[in-house]
Structures are given as structure tokens and as C-alpha cells.
């Protein structure tokens, strides 16, 4: 079963405006989410992580809210640039394991 | 920063093939992994390896094997190549064992198996 799920495979924003995107989970030992990026032809980068004990992340444009009770969490991007076109990835794990779980990934397209 | 170095970016192969898919990380880290990523599923953890010799089964480990003789190098092997493991292939390493420790990819191997 896909315990980590993106069910949003694409999505297309102008330039500047805000990216959201969304990812749900179902094993509730999860207590560590991470977002990665991968361009073409790379291997994913590490983007954002946030743990089960906060609810939001910031760092600099990249914002995670965590939603426990719904068990979703959601990438924020403002403003999109061109730049961050991509395939995004959601994870989770639990903090005490050692293995990371990923979504099926959604390609964002920032239009300029 | 840290690397982690996949010996081929591109690789065909014919069915029933040995294969071997070789990553070097130059960190020091304990940790290791190999996943597939294929379009609408995402990546899905094949082995992984906390220390040397040591290695555990992910989610999808039929039809693999692997091998981590040294700290740095960790292999992954199809015993007999099928099509059904045409696949982008990446390893990544990791500090800790422990979920919070961010992963670091190599750029990835595609393999194709004919």
C-alpha cells in the first residue's frame, strides 16, 4: 500500500505567483517529513524537512505546514521562479528508523 | 559537500544478464541505499546498509542482491537481468541511521534491459 501519497502528478503556475503542493500519508508512526527536488538527469536534493512536533518550516521562499490531525503536509513556494521547475518529492520516516518513504513525486512547472 | 558517485549514467543490458551498479560515497557516512525510481510510483527502497557487510531489504528487494565490502562503495547487483528492472537506479548515503538524516543521491543510473 502507498503509505506516503501525491495524487497531484503535475501542476503549472505563472512565475512569482505561490506553488502548493500536497502530500498525504497514512502510517501514523511517521514523526519526520522531508521534500526533495530533482531536476532531470540529477538525483534528488534535499529541499525542507519539518518534525511531528511543529507545524510549519521556513526557510527562505520553501514553507512546510504539517497537519497531523489530517496527516497531510503541504510545500509552499513564494513566489515561484522559473528555477524551481522540477519533480518534487514528499518522505517520511519515522525519526528512530532508518528508511525514508517517497511519494510518487509531482512535476512543477513555474511558467515565466 | 558530500559526493556520492554512480559509475554509469546509462547502461543497456540483454535479459538474463549479470548486472552490476557500483556507488562510491566520499563522506564517511554508515549509512547507504539503493532505490528505483519509475514514472507514477515514485522511489521505492530496493537494499540498504547501516555499516560494512551489513545490509537489509527494503520494500522491493526480489530479483537484487547487494554488496558493501567497504565503507564507501556499495553495490547493487541483478543476478539475472529482466525487463521488468528497466528502471532509473539511485543510490544515496546518509550520516545517521536514523529518519531525520537527509539523504544524498547520486545523479542516478538508467538502466535498460532488453
Known amino acids: 500500500d502507498q503509505q506516503v501519497k501525491q495524487n497531484s502528478p503535475s501542476l503549472s503556475v505563472q512565475e512569482g505567483r505561490i506553488s502548493i503542493l500536497n502530500c498525504d500519508y497514512t502510517n501514523s508512526m511517521f514523526d519526520y517529513f522531508l521534500w526533495y527536488k530533482k531536476y532531470p538527469a540529477e538525483g534528488p536534493t534535499f529541499l525542507i524537512s519539518?518534525?511531528?512536533?511543529?507545524d510549519k518550516n521556513e526557510d527562505g521562499r520553501f514553507t512546510v505546514f504539517l497537519n497531523k490531525s489530517a496527516k497531510h503536509l503541504s510545500l509552499h513556494i513564494v513566489p515561484s521562479q522559473p528555477g524551481d521547475s522540477a519533480v518534487y518529492f514528499c518522505?517520511?520516516?519515522?525519526?528512530?528508523?532508518?528508511?525514508?518513504?517517497f511519494g510518487e513525486g509531482t512535476q512543477l512547472t513555474v511558467n515565466p | 559537500d558530500v559526493k556520492v558517485t554512480q559509475s554509469s549514467r546509462y547502461l543497456v543490458k540483454r535479459t538474463g544478464e549479470k548486472v552490476f551498479l557500483e556507488c562510491v560515497q566520499d563522506?564517511?557516512?554508515?549509512?547507504m541505499f539503493w532505490y528505483r525510481q519509475d514514472p507514477g510510483l515514485g522511489l521505492r527502497l530496493i537494499y540498504f546498509s547501516y555499516d560494512v557487510k551489513m545490509k537489509e531489504k527494503g520494500d522491493i528487494p526480489e530479483g537484487y542482491s547487494v554488496s558493501r565490502e567497504k565503507k564507501e562503495r556499495f553495490s547493487l547487483i541483478l543476478e539475472s537481468a529482466s525487463t521488468n528492472q528497466t528502471s532509473m537506479y539511485l543510490c544515496?548515503?546518509?550520516?545517521w541511521g536514523r529518519g531525520d538524516s537527509p539523504l544524498h543521491f547520486g545523479n542516478g543510473t538508467r538502466l535498460t534491459v532488453t
Open positions: 563522506m564517511d557516512h554508515e549509512n
Open positions: 544515496a548515503s546518509s550520516l
Open positions: 519539518i518534525s511531528s512536533i511543529k
Open positions: 518522505a517520511a520516516s519515522e525519526t528512530s528508523g532508518s528508511r525514508l518513504t
